[in-house]
Every structure is written in C-alpha cells, then in structure tokens.
C-alpha cells in the first residue's frame, strides 16, 4: 500500500458537457465547476496532500468562442478575488503556472497581487494552470538552455522559469482526469512521467470529497517501482518453494541511504551492472539525516540547488543557562536537503544509468562463492539470489553486511531525532541554533535550524542517559516564547543512530567494502556525516570500478580505513571530553571560555572550517592509473 500522494493534479474535464446535459449555458457549467474547485481545496486540505494542481486554461482554449474565453477569464479573475483572503487566512499558498504575455492586465495584477499575499502559506501549495501548455513550456526551457551537456534538475529549473512554477514542487505522484476522456491534453508531461493516472467518468461540477478519497484509495493499491524489478507484498505471491530467482551484477548494494545511492549511480554511470536494494519502497519515508549540507560539500559536489533550503551563514550558540554567543561567516555555510527528494534524485540517476532498484527487501545474508558473493535478498515471499562480484554495505550504523563480510563494526553511537515543522514564523535571518546542555542532550547538542522555509527541532545524546522524546519536547517547550508554534504542521519524524568513533579500520575485503554510516564516515566531533557519505562513496565506486575493470579483487585493499585514524585522532578525543562533562554547571563556565576572543576563533572554526573529512588518498589508484572520477 502506498503512502497518500504528495503532489495532485487534476484536469478538470466536463463543465461544458455538465451544463450542455441539463439544458443550460456552457458558462453555467464553469460557474459549477468553480464551486468545486473550492471542495477540492478544502478536501485537499483535510487528506493532507502538501501539492494540489488544477489545470483550469489550456494554451488550446484560445481557439473556443470568444465570449467563452472572456468568460472563463474573468470567472477565473474573480475566484482569485474571491478565494485570496480564504487561502491566507488557511495557510494555503495560491500560485498560478503558464504563459502570462497573452492574460488581459486586470488578470495579470489579479494574479501577481494573491501570488504575493499567500506566498507564506504552508498547508497546501494549490497550482492553478492557466493558458498552459507542457509542450510549449519545454520548448521554451530548450531555447533557454545554455550550450554543453545540462543535467536534469537543471533542466527542471528552466522548464519551471518557462511556465512560472517553483522548481522545488515536487513530480506529480496521482493524475485524475474527471468527464470521462482518458488523454493527458499537454498537461504535465515532465513532471507526469511517473504519476499513476486515473481517468473517471464524474464530471468536474460533480466531483466531491468522496471521489477525492477513492482516487486516494486506488492510489494507495498501485505498485510504484520507477523501473525496478517488479515486486509484490506477500499476500500477493503464490506460495514459492525454497527455491531463488537469480540475477547477477559486477556489484551489489544494500541500503539506499545518500551514500548507497551516489556510489549506485556513480558505477552504473561507469557502465558497471549494479543492483540497489533497500527495506524501505518509498525513499521520503524513514529518513535519518537532518540534511545538513556544509559549504565544502554544496561546492566540491553538484547536488540540485531546487533540492536544498536557503543557505544559512548564522550560528547561534546557547549555554544552559541560555547564554548566546552569535558567530557569523561571510560566506554560505549550511543549506538544509530535502532528503527524501534528494534520495529519489539520485535513484532515478541511478536506473537511468542501468542500475536495477529492489524495494522492499530485507537483507538475509551472503556467502562467498567463486568470484564473489552470492547475496540473499526477501521481498515479501519472494526470494531474490543476486550473484555479484563485490556486495557493498550501505545499511547504517548497525550493518548487517559488515557482520556478513567479517569486516569492523560501529561501537561507539548517539540517538538523533528529530521533528521538521512548517508554519512557523522566521525569527531573523537564517540560522542555525545550537543548544549546549547536558540535561537536554548528553554527549551531543539540541538544534534548530530555521531557515525561513522549515523549521527542524532535534536532538541528540548518549542513549543510556537519553529519552529522545522527553527531550524533544522539552526542547518546543525552551523555545516557545522566541518561536511561534500555534500554527505549525509537523510535516516529519526522522531519527536513528549516529556513529561517532569515527571510520572503521577495517572497511574492505575481497568480496566487498563498507560505506556511509556503516563505515563510520562521520565526524567523531559533529558527527555530520553527509561530507563523508558523499566523499567516501565517490572514492568507494572508483576502486570498485577499477576491481571489476582489472577482475582483480585485490585492489579493493586500497580502499582502507587505517589512514584516517591518525587524521580522526583529535576529534575522536575531543567526543571522549565531550561525552564525559554531563555538568550543566562545568558546561556553562565551558560556554563563558568559548565566549573569549581566543576561543571563539576556535569556535568559529569548528562551525565554519573546510576540515569535515578528509580527502581520500588516490595515489594507489593513480600508480594503477585510474584517473580521479
């Protein structure tokens, strides 16, 4: 079953036909239909759906009658008048997506005006396509583009600029078509190339909540896979004998966390054959980063600038006692992903490159055979035998395949939770407060990151002295009188377990290598861990590419965690230090020092510098001659 779709869109189809059917004037049957443009907003608004998009004015409707046009025009115009106030009033953001140079002016300034007034809202992002045309739109971003090969988030960003529309709405997941026709009218064709599509016979005047719930309900019964093998839940499958479907790969990844997925695409790019396989069937759901992106990554690597908040330069730091010492830098320090995105980015990067996406499936282990590892995969009651020449463990802190491989595992951890809120009024310029108490979070911080778009609330601690709830909630409760949480939506929990040693000696073997949190490819100190996924997976696919191109299973033994001991040696004794003060008292006067000049150089340091993770060291690579990327 899936989860309700983030993104609607509808064609609303039949108001002519609705009023033809009763004796009455087209322009009657729009009337109506406007009417239930408004029950689809506030059903949307109850089943919780975050991007609603109607297409009310195809570029095509020019060639009607005239009076028919300036009809719909100026009903169109009235409705914006009439549901502006409603839409601020209910958090409901309201924008219009299309061509604008042939809208009479009053319909322009109409436009721009309740653009400009519910641009804040955050209960529904409702889209209303207006002298629109997909065909149109992709033809102007083509014109736009620069010379040279454009990826597709950038792609995406100038076909947005070409019909008005925020690059950062998400693809459509379910498509109704109401009026009984079943063709998509040049609606959406990019963001539609996934979408489940449902064609039904009400309609639009007649089209209510109810039908609303069930297009919801034949939603939730499609199988999504976006390319990947076919599976089915348990109860779907005939009863199997212990026998295996099998397939092969040059590489096997489990887990479909950032780093699983980059170096996923990063080999299938190279023309490796890869499988990616996960637990999870939708990537949005069970996140456990809190997405930070630090200037070192957003600049060294290309991620999708639509995928990532607003850039944050300010740090705020806060004492138990609520002391505050405000550090900023000149520069873009942090910008906050939206994860779920940015997985999904990635795996449709992946299996565009020929890489073979399993969902759904658990892990039961692997054991080595001749030129390889013979990998068991479950998804439901099927079994799945892939057959590949090196497996990789991307599956977190607790790694399952490290086990399997006898490779090192992760011993020293933290618990993180944390709560990501919209509706809440930005309090200044973008920030990122940090909350310095042992009581709230021991061993580690409470955090806010506000940055005008969401707000995340999250801690983190040593598990033994640590209730991440009770904490969470104390930490609402510190900060309610500075952040205004009367109307806030909590829009998603993440959480999970954050290892701290710092990365694994042990991380290859013949058979594979370890990468991500399971490697512990995370500052000991910080204990951000995107840097390093992200670093150390590129490095990862680059021996891996070279052991499958030479067939020697050898080279992997560049691939080592020793040479970061000595680099990781400060930090990993600076966590003991952190781990053992559990004084409120003994961190406050902590906090007074960090106050000085000399130590709040330090500070800065920490917060701004270049040094989150060390680069891997190519040179055995290179003796083999195996360029960089």
Known sequence: MNRAPEHVAIIMDGNGRWAEARGLARSRGHEQGAAAVRRAVEAAVRLEIRTLT??????????????????????????????????????????????????????????????????????????????????????????????????????????????HADPATPDVDLLIRTGSEQRLSDFLLWESAYAELLFVDVPWPDFEEAD??????????????????????????????????????????????????????????????????????DLKQGVHTTGI???????????????????????????????????????????????????????????LAGARWVSGATFSGARACERGSLVKLEIGSERLLVHTRFLVGADGARSRVAAELGLDTNRETIVGAEEVFTGVPSQGPPSLHCFLDPRLAPGYIGWIVDDGRELHLGVGG????????????????????????????????????????????????????????????VSPLTAGGLDGAIRLSRYAAEVLAAAVERDDPSVLALYSGAEYQARFLSRRWMRRAISAVRSPLLVEAGCAVLRTPLLSRLAWHVFFGRGSFPEPDRSGLARLGVAEG
């Open 54 to 163: 109607l297409y009310a004015f195809s570029a095509d409707n020019w060639r009607r009658p005239e009076a028919e046009v300036n009809a719909l025009l100026e009903l169109f115009r009235s409705f914006l008048e009439a549901e502006g106030e409603r839409c601020l009033a209910e958090g409901i953001r309201l924008s219009v997506i299309g061509r604008r140079d042939r809208l009479p002016d009053g319909l322009i300034r109409a436009i721009e005006h309740v653009e400009s007034e519910t641009a804040g809202g955050r209960r529904l992002d409702l889209r209303i396509a207006v002298d629109y045309s997909a065909r149109d739109a992709i033809v102007r971003a083509a014109a736009a583009a620069p010379a040279g090969e454009l990826s597709r988030e950038e792609f995406r960003e100038l076909l947005a600029r070409a019909h």
């Open 212 to 281: 609303l719930r069930r297009a919801l309900e034949a939603f939730g019964t499609r199988d999504r896979r976006f390319g990947a093998i076919p599976t089915a839940p348990a109860e779907q499958h005939p009863a199997v004998s212990d026998a295996f479907t099998r397939i092969e790969a040059d590489v096997t990844i489990i887990g479909a966390g950032l780093a699983g997925l980059d170096c996923a695409r990063a080999l299938a790019e190279r023309g490796l054959s890869v499988v990616i396989a996960d637990r999870k069937r």
């Open 293 to 351: 992106f630090v200037r070192r990554t957003i600049e060294d690597f290309s991620l999708p600038p639509s995928l990532l908040g607003p850039p944050v330069r300010r740090v705020v730091l806060e004492s138990p006692a609520g002391a505050q010492q405000v550090l900023e830098s000149p520069h873009d320090e942090f910008r906050v992903g939206r994860m779920g995105a940015i997985y999904e980015d990635l795996l449709q990067r992946a299996i």
């Open 462 to 521: 040593y598990a033994d002295s640590f209730n991440p709830a009770a904490a969470l909630s104390e930490l609402r409760t510190r900060v309610a009188p500075r952040f205004d949480f009367s109307r806030a939506e909590l829009v998603e929990k993440r959480g999970g377990l954050i290892p701290v040693g710092g990365i694994l000696p042990r991380i290859s073997t013949p058979r594979g290598l370890l990468i991500g949190d399971a490697a512990g490819a």
